[in-house]
Each structure stands twice: as C-alpha cells, then as structure tokens.
C-alpha cells in the first residue's frame, strides 16, 4: 500500500501543472454549469445586495444601494467592482452572478 502511495504521490509530482490546471478548468465549468442551473434569479441576500452596487457602480458611477440613499453601501468594493465591470460590458445577472 506504501508503495501504491508513493508512485502515485511521484505521478502527480510529475504533472503538478497539468493537475492543477485540470482542477482550475473543472472548478470553472462546474461553476458556469450552477450558473445556469441556478438561471438568472438572485435567491440570497448578499448576492442581491452586490449587484445592486454593480448596477449602480456601472449605471452612475455611484457606489450606493440605491439612487435615493447616498453612499450607503455596506458592502466591500472588491466583488461589486469586478460584477460592475461585467455588467457595463453587457453581462446579465446569470454570468456575472
């Protein structure tokens, strides 16, 4: 049993880029395929929560929840940043979500 652990630890040493990346590119389709299962439908809080900022950071420039409150939101600039990007370039709410 050692011995089985060993060469196959040793295999993947070998191909640690290709084992990497194959992991990187399932992660990734595993994501876009829940993407479409879940469709366009917001179901969480959160994920409410920093599109709305994306929609505003992409419509206005204006890093709100919405146009009545002023700079009220909460939540981090990272994420609302990189959806708000997506959505000036014409992403819906399925593939940026």
């Known amino acids: 049993m ?7 630890c040793r ?5 640690d880029q290709w084992v990497v990346g194959g992991l990187i ?3 990734v389709y595993a994501g ?11 179901r969480y809080f959160d ?3 920093y ?17 009545t409150s002023g700079a009220s939101a909460f939540r ?5 940043a990189v959806l708000s990007a997506a959505i000036f370039f014409g992403a819906e709410a399925v ?3």
Not at 2 to 8: E, H, K, S
Not at 11 to 15: H, N, S
């Open 47 to 49: 994920e409410r929560d």
């Open 25 to 27: 590119g399932v992660l």
């Open 32 to 42: 876009i395929l829940y993407s479409f299962y879940l469709q366009d439908v917001l």
């Open 51 to 67: 599109y709305a900022v994306a929609q505003m950071l992409a419509d206005s420039g204006q890093y709100v929840n919405n146009m």
């Open 11 to 15: 295999f993947l040493e070998d191909r």
């Open 95 to 97: 593939v940026s979500g």
């Open 76 to 80: 981090p600039i990272g994420y609302p």
């Open 2 to 8: 050692q011995a089985f652990l060993f060469r196959f």
